[in-house]
């Protein structure tokens, strides 16, 4: 079980807009900041969003974060097939087991 | 463009130590960055297993902690994991990552991975 909670799975039709939540706790989320990974089918996560709300060079502003006390928000919008992946977020946990950690992840489907 | 790539068997009998290898162009090591493996069960999440700075200094998964060694070779700019005394649950895709950990913490490069799987 992980320490960072998403939902299962979320859907939307091509062109809507879909959000991801992730919600931890003051020893994570709380007080570091939040990363965003794409994995498409077979392949290895992919960078989309960092410290909360800043996207990579190359990632286009349809994909957006935020973050809300322990909680953060992956949006994208104007959803295409090509965005059918796991969604995954992650941050530093500064409590006793520090470390790293992920959410379980999310899969969007774009019906 | 920064490039990670891992290597290593792809079978390990239970009880044995996986040995991954992951080698890194261009960028130096020595420049900066912390570097880290993320492991992934199949048809599960991503899961932390540790990293490493240049320097040497490590922070581990507390979970793994106890089987669980990372070291740097700067000379040859590749970073190692071992995993000892493995079981069918170590079974995973092993990736690398560059990651970002001045005031954050996050991975912005990975290697492609490569699946161990624990089996006799």
């Known amino acids: 079980q992980s320490v960072l909670t998403q939902p299962p799975s979320v859907s939307a039709a091509p062109g809507q807009k879909v959000t991801i939540s992730c919600s931890g706790s003051?020893?994570?989320?709380?007080?570091?900041?939040v990363s965003w990974y794409q994995q498409l089918p077979g392949t290895a996560p992919k960078l989309l969003i960092y410290?909360?709300?800043k996207r990579p060079s190359g990632i286009p502003d349809r994909f957006s974060g935020s973050k809300s006390g322990t909680s953060a928000t992956l949006g994208i919008t104007g959803l295409q097939t090509g965005d059918e992946a796991d969604y995954y977020c992650?941050?530093?946990?500064?409590?006793?087991?520090?470390?790293?950690?992920f959410g379980g992840g999310t899969k969007l489907t774009v019906l | 463009q920064v490039q990670l790539q891992e290597s290593g068997p792809g079978l390990v009998k239970p009880s044995e130590t996986l040995s991954l290898t992951c080698a890194v162009s261009?960028?130096?090591?020595?420049?900066?960055?912390?570097w880290g493996w993320i492991r992934q069960p199949p048809g599960k999440g991503l899961e932390w297993i540790g990293s490493?700075?240049?320097?040497?200094?490590?922070y581990y998964n507390p979970s793994l902690k106890s089987r669980v060694t990372i070291s740097v070779d700067t000379s040859k700019n590749q970073f190692s994991l071992k995993l000892s005394s493995v079981t069918a649950a170590d079974t995973a895709v092993y990736y690398c990552?560059?990651?970002?950990?001045?005031?954050?913490?996050?991975?912005?490069?990975w290697g492609q991975g490569t699946l161990v799987t624990v089996s006799s």
């Open positions: 261009g960028y130096s090591i020595s420049s900066g960055y912390y």
């Open positions: 490493i700075y240049h320097s040497g200094s490590t």
């Open positions: 992650g941050t530093w946990d500064s409590s006793l087991s520090a470390g790293g950690i």
């Open positions: 410290d909360n709300n």
């Open positions: 003051s020893s994570n989320i709380g007080n570091n900041y």
């Open positions: 990552a560059r990651v970002a950990a001045a005031g954050t913490y996050y991975f912005d490069y």
